[in-house]
């Protein structure tokens, strides 16, 4: 098989220039109906632009077919998503070429090491994503313990872990167990509110990173719900509970303070010499309404490269704070001898509405909580990416 290898080069950090630029770009686009900007970044070629090109001769690493482990809602191929085009489309940089995912050179370059992935459903595609196409190459045993997920490559001596966690702070339901509920008992965040200490990290999965050569941090959507905000074991406002005497913020407070709070926790944490990495929001594709109020995604193939798209909100502050406090947080870092490094996925996900399972996430007459889906991906599918794109960051190129 002919291996495609990246030909961009790109900046390792995000420079003041560069920040001042995706500020401006956000700017814009909330002053246009939140349309897509585009960010001049000092860098010959950008893995994170470029289009969606089709590939009729395209293949998915995997299928529900060949890994047990891609969960009912992700499911699409199970549920008869009525077309499998939204396979054959692959992500081209401009200016470059982006190399397939290769499970055997994966393990060449994690071998002796593992990773650990912190954050809610959409990390755990991304964990099931990344276990499945390395299934293909050798099967991996999996185990549960205090609340993280194990999938080990004996062969490979490699592990992949997996801590669920919507806000990656402490936090608890509002009105539930004095301890923070797990995956299990996702049923009942939704009915929320819950407690946010925005400035102490989660101590359930914190400690055991400086155990990984890799973290992988993502969170975003869940800071939508209902939640009343602590900073120094005081309230300090909340967003959705309708309590009195208490002010009203808006998630992107809880979110940008949260994120901040976590990044530098790992970029000054004594004995942690891995690298932490952030991958950024991946936008939702709702569209005449939302969760629970007849919304949908319908589309068969990504969007036009030249149209200009909506980022809704509150997805474009999210993308920003997430871009200003990793810059701030990798100053600390190299500082520290930390590698920080970002997977920004933002821009290729808003152009890819055919990804999402829709009303394929189940079967007829079930429902996992998700009826009409447009927030999570198929698998297989589109965020197969990023596995491409972790290939490049732990290879040293991106």
């Given at each position: 098989?002919?291996?495609?290898?990246?030909?961009?080069?790109?900046?390792?950090?995000?420079?003041?220039?560069?920040?001042?630029?995706?500020?401006?770009f956000?700017?814009?686009?909330?002053?246009?109906r939140?349309t897509?900007?585009?960010?001049n970044?000092?860098?010959?070629?950008?893995?994170?632009?470029?289009?969606w090109?089709?590939?009729?001769?395209?293949?998915?690493?995997?299928?529900?077919a060949?890994?047990?482990?891609?969960?009912g809602?992700q499911n699409?191929?199970?549920?008869?998503k009525?077309?499998?085009?939204?396979?054959?489309?692959?992500?081209?940089?401009?200016g470059?070429?982006?190399e397939?995912?290769?499970?055997?050179?994966?393990?060449?370059?994690?071998?002796?090491?593992?990773?650990l992935?912190?954050?809610?459903?959409?990390?755990?595609?991304?964990?099931?994503?990344?276990?499945?196409?390395?299934?293909?190459?050798?099967?991996?045993?999996r185990?549960?313990?205090?609340?993280?997920?194990?999938?080990?490559?004996?062969?490979?001596?490699?592990?992949?872990?997996?801590?669920?966690?919507?806000?990656?702070?402490?936090?608890?339901?509002?009105?539930?167990?004095?301890?923070?509920?797990?995956?299990?008992?996702?049923?009942?965040v939704?009915?929320?509110?819950?407690?946010?200490?925005?400035?102490?990290?989660?101590?359930?999965?914190?400690?055991?990173?400086k155990?990984?050569?890799?973290?992988?941090?993502?969170?975003?959507?869940?800071?939508?719900?209902?939640?009343?905000y602590?900073?120094?074991?005081?309230?300090?406002?909340?967003?959705?509970?309708?309590?009195?005497?208490?002010?009203?913020?808006?998630?992107?407070?809880?979110?940008?303070?949260?994120?901040?709070?976590v990044?530098?926790?790992?970029a000054?944490?004594k004995g942690?010499?891995?690298?932490?990495i952030?991958?950024?929001?991946?936008?939702?594709?709702?569209?005449?309404?939302?969760?629970?109020?007849?919304?949908?995604?319908?589309?068969?193939?990504?969007?036009?490269?030249?149209?200009?798209?909506?980022?809704?909100?509150?997805?474009?502050?999210?993308y920003?704070?997430?871009?200003?406090e990793?810059?701030?947080?990798?100053?600390?870092?190299?500082?520290?001898?930390?590698?920080?490094?970002?997977?920004?996925?933002?821009?290729?996900?808003?152009?890819?509405?055919?990804?999402?399972?829709?009303?394929?996430?189940?079967?007829?007459?079930?429902?996992?909580?998700?009826?009409?889906?447009?927030?999570?991906?198929?698998?297989?599918g589109?965020?197969?990416?990023?596995?491409?794109l972790?290939?490049?960051?732990?290879?040293?190129?991106?």
């Amino acid at each position: 098989m002919r291996r495609i290898r990246s030909h961009c080069t790109t900046p390792r950090h995000l420079t003041p220039t560069m920040i001042h630029s995706i500020r401006g770009f956000l700017t814009g686009a909330r002053r246009s109906r939140h349309t897509t900007p585009k960010i001049n970044v000092a860098a010959a070629c950008d893995l994170t632009r470029g289009q969606w090109v089709r590939d009729p001769a395209a293949r998915p690493y995997y299928t529900n077919a060949t890994c047990a482990f891609i969960e009912g809602y992700q499911n699409c191929m199970k549920h008869g998503k009525p077309s499998m085009e939204f396979l054959r489309w692959r992500w081209q940089p401009d200016g470059g070429e982006l190399e397939r995912f290769d499970a055997a050179r994966f393990f060449g370059l994690v071998r002796g090491r593992s990773i650990l992935f912190v954050g809610d459903s959409l990390a755990s595609s991304h964990v099931r994503s990344l276990v499945c196409a390395l299934w293909q190459v050798e099967s991996p045993s999996r185990s549960r313990s205090e609340g993280f997920e194990y999938w080990r490559f004996p062969a490979h001596v490699f592990t992949v872990a997996f801590f669920w966690t919507p806000f990656q702070v402490r936090w608890r339901l509002t009105r539930g167990p004095p301890e923070a509920v797990g995956p299990d008992l996702q049923g009942e965040v939704f009915a929320g509110p819950s407690d946010l200490h925005v400035n102490e990290p989660d101590e359930r999965w914190m400690p055991a990173a400086k155990d990984h050569d890799y973290v992988v941090l993502s969170a975003s959507h869940w800071f939508e719900r209902p939640a009343v905000y602590y900073s120094g074991g005081r309230v300090v406002g909340c967003h959705g509970c309708g309590m009195a005497n208490v002010t009203a913020l808006k998630p992107q407070y809880a979110q940008r303070a949260a994120l901040r709070t976590v990044l530098r926790a790992l970029a000054g944490m004594k004995g942690f010499k891995g690298t932490a990495i952030l991958r950024t929001v991946a936008p939702t594709h709702y569209g005449n309404g939302g969760w629970f109020d007849g919304g949908e995604c319908t589309a068969t193939e990504p969007a036009d490269p030249e149209e200009p798209l909506e980022m809704k909100e509150p997805d474009g502050d999210f993308y920003e704070a997430q871009l200003e406090e990793f810059a701030a947080a990798e100053e600390d870092a190299r500082r520290n001898g930390v590698r920080m490094r970002m997977m920004d996925v933002t821009k290729m996900m808003l152009r890819r509405p055919d990804g999402h399972p829709d009303r394929y996430g189940h079967g007829q007459g079930e429902h996992e909580g998700f009826d009409i889906d447009c927030l999570h991906w198929c698998l297989p599918g589109p965020i197969d990416v990023w596995n491409e794109l972790l290939l490049q960051i732990l290879a040293g190129h991106y």
